[in-house]
């Protein structure tokens, strides 16, 4: 009898929230994802079949029916876009981000999915914005009404967990999250220690460099460690910087999808292999696509030591209830 605690993965992504779940035994049974390389990618590597699908059209009875059996644990990434304060086009009313923008729906149909299937434990990140009060009010209402009165925001930063990159997240769930922290940060010059020279032929994979115009090379060489190339608006006119050339002695900043960043001694932009290791992927997890996709899927994970370190929580709830 297989007696490891059984998950279910909503918006899987590539499978950086899985993965920290696998890391600490417990069986994933099923990611589901609408963006089919994103599916291929996860599959490959977590050995993990992936229902395709828009989730809007996937029934929890379906659900059931193809994992075979009750799941003890939900986690789940809902699109963050229409929280995020990087979205030009984010909502202006804070409660329309959850009931009227159409994406921001998919986090209502995460919930719904967590009510009809009642999993032990539910784990759903978030960026920090989902924290705005009003905001935090109906998702704890929506949780309620599906049967968890008891619903936590617990704030979390992965480079407390072992990752070499700042990242600050909501993870919403119905128990108290408190994984111990470590007392050293990895830093960009750590992270990405011992790869090799990517213009050379080597056999890691994704570890190959985007070829650049002339004219940015020679304007991304005048830039200093911490300066950036690009700034672009995000809501309420705030504005944020991209190509940015990493410190070495420190965390990289917040890994997005559309993040890139500047070695800190070469004129490129980081190998995707190199921006996954900012984000604690192993060598050998294999991300599929083109360039952009593979980065877009590194900035939408949840950071693997970070995953594993709210899994090891988990298991040590579910094994004493």
């Known amino acids: 009898m297989n007696d490891m605690y059984k998950v279910l993965d909503l918006f899987c992504g590539a499978g950086g929230f899985s993965l920290g779940f696998v890391m600490e035994g417990f069986e994933v049974l099923l990611g589901v994802d609408v963006d089919w390389i994103v599916a291929e990618t996860y599959k490959e590597n977590l050995k993990v079949d992936v229902l395709c699908e828009d989730i809007t059209n996937v029934h929890s009875l379906d659900l059931r029916d193809v994992v075979g059996t009750d799941v003890d644990v939900i986690i789940a990434s809902p699109p963050c876009e229409p929280f995020t304060g990087a979205n030009p086009r984010r909502e202006v009313n804070v409660l329309d981000r959850l009931y009227r923008d159409e994406v921001g729906r998919l986090f209502l149909h995460a919930i719904r999915i967590i009510g009809d299937l009642r999993p032990k434990l539910f784990i759903i990140e978030n960026v920090p914005s989902i924290l705005e009060p009003s905001l935090k009010e109906a998702i704890k209402h929506e949780l309620k009404v599906m049967g968890y009165p008891e619903v936590y925001f617990n704030v979390l930063y992965a480079e407390d967990y072992g990752t070499p990159s700042h990242r600050k997240r909501v993870f919403i769930s119905?128990?108290?999250l408190r994984p111990r922290t470590l007392k050293k940060i990895i830093t960009v010059e750590e992270a990405l220690a011992g790869l090799p020279d990517p213009e050379e032929i080597n056999d890691v994979p994704n570890h190959v460099i985007k070829p650049l115009p002339p004219r940015k090379v020679k304007k991304i060489a005048k830039l200093r460690w911490?300066?950036?190339l690009v700034l672009y608006?995000?809501?309420?006119?705030?504005?944020l910087p991209n190509w940015?050339?990493?410190?070495?002695?420190k965390l990289a900043p917040t890994v997005l999808g559309s993040s890139r960043f500047v070695h800190p001694y070469e004129n490129r932009l980081l190998t995707v292999r190199e921006q996954a290791r900012l984000m604690g992927f192993p060598d050998d997890f294999v991300f599929k696509g083109g360039f952009d996709a593979q980065y877009n899927m590194i900035g939408e994970a949840v950071p693997p030591p970070l995953s594993r370190a709210i899994a090891r929580e988990a298991f040590k709830l579910l094994r004493r209830s």
């Not at 940015?244 to 002695?249: A, D, F, M, N, T």
């Open 174 to 176: 119905n128990f108290k």
């Open 244 to 249: 940015i050339r990493l410190h070495p002695l």
């Open 233 to 239: 608006k995000g809501a309420g006119r705030k504005v």
């Open 226 to 228: 911490g300066e950036e």
